[in-house]
């Protein structure tokens, strides 16, 4: 996460980038985005709260979070996986949409699509279907941007350009994402063998 950190503070500060994509739901990258305009955690501590059980409740992923909102305030945050936690921070950005009068709003299609996709997801146990579902986000996002300097942080099985990801037939994301827009697309892994079990990505 420092590396993640120090990569993406030299592209903002240095080459004006402002867009990050990131291995989070639709409504997840939304909350984040309401979260850094805002003076408390509370938004933070709400979607924090919602990952209980999965890899990123822990105390490094939030304070990497902090971090960025310290350094790079203007960060805009696109999360392009499943949604995970559709149950929770899913619905809940689907409530916000509908009390605040969008619920023929793009971001309530999107949003709705995307829970979808989680419910399928876990109802299926499909990995194929969760990376085909990720590109298709990525390039949505991706899409619809003017300036298209963007960086992204996802894990090893998904940025992989010479194996498949585990579980699954289809070829990774970053593969391809390459097919698609060719040699713009570069992966770096930052892995450090060292510092955690040699048998993961």
Same mark, same amino acid.
């Given at each position: 996460?420092?590396?993640? %950190?120090?990569i993406w503070s030299d592209y903002y500060k240095n080459y004006g980038f402002r867009h990050l994509f990131i291995e989070d739901s639709y409504a997840g990258a939304a909350f984040l985005n309401m979260w850094m305009k805002?003076?408390?955690?509370?938004?933070?501590?709400?979607i924090y709260d919602n990952l209980k059980g999965t890899l990123a409740h822990n105390p490094y992923y939030k304070k990497h979070l902090k971090k960025i909102k310290e350094n790079c305030p203007e960060t805009i945050f696109h999360g392009t996986d499943v949604d995970h936690q559709y149950m929770?921070?899913? @619905?809940? &950005? =689907?409530?916000y949409l509908r009390d605040n009068g969008k =619920?023929?709003?793009?971001? $309530?299609?999107?949003?709705?699509? @995307?829970?979808n996709q989680g419910f399928k997801? $876990?109802?299926?146990?499909? #990995? #194929? &279907?969760?990376? @085909?579902?990720?590109?298709? @986000?990525?390039?949505?996002? &991706?899409?619809? =941007?003017?300036?298209?300097? /963007?960086?992204? /942080? &996802?894990?090893? $099985?998904? %940025?992989?350009l010479n194996q498949k990801a585990p579980n699954s037939n289809a070829p990774p994301m970053a /593969?391809? =994402?390459k097919e698609k827009y060719g040699d713009i697309i570069y992966t770096e892994n930052l892995y450090d063998p060292n510092s955690l079990d040699s048998n993961r990505n």
């Open positions: 996460m420092d590396k993640e %950190l120090e805002e003076d408390d955690d509370r938004i933070l501590d709400f929770t921070t899913g @619905n809940a &950005y =689907l409530r =619920l023929d709003s793009y971001e $309530y299609k999107i949003c709705k699509e @995307n829970n997801f $876990y109802m299926e146990n499909d #990995d #194929d &279907y969760r990376e @085909n579902m990720m590109v298709k @986000n990525f390039v949505r996002e &991706y899409e619809k =941007l003017d300036d298209k300097r /963007i960086m992204g /942080i &996802y894990g090893g $099985y998904h %940025l992989g /593969i391809q =994402l």
